[in-house]
């Protein structure tokens, strides 16, 4: 049964990172809200099968495009957002090291 949960998991994270990849390839054409629909998608996935990093940046990928970042800038906030997905680890401790890593982002 924890090899069918594990295989689960694993899809979820499969098609998390896919999302990302193709919102990376497309967000120099997408308009913000397209941006933010597509990452709210990403969140509630997230947040649904427990990746809490991914939602710690999704959260302030949403802030960083309420400041007006856009093309080349979004690039390196899916790269971290594909790194909170993929990083198989989802405690507290972790949550909070993306954020300052965000927080840094943010503010330079």
Known sequence: MAMAW?????????????????MDRRCDRLKPGEIADELEAIRRIASRHGIGPAVTVVHALDSAL???????????????????????????GTCETFAAACTVRLNG
């Open 66 to 92: 309420a400041r007006g970042e856009r093309g080349p800038l979004v690039h390196g906030w899916l790269a971290i957002l594909r790194d909170a997905v993929g990083c198989g680890v989802s405690d507290a």
């Open 6 to 22: 594990q295989d689960a998991g694993n899809m979820v994270v499969a098609d998390l990172c896919a999302r990302i990849d193709t």
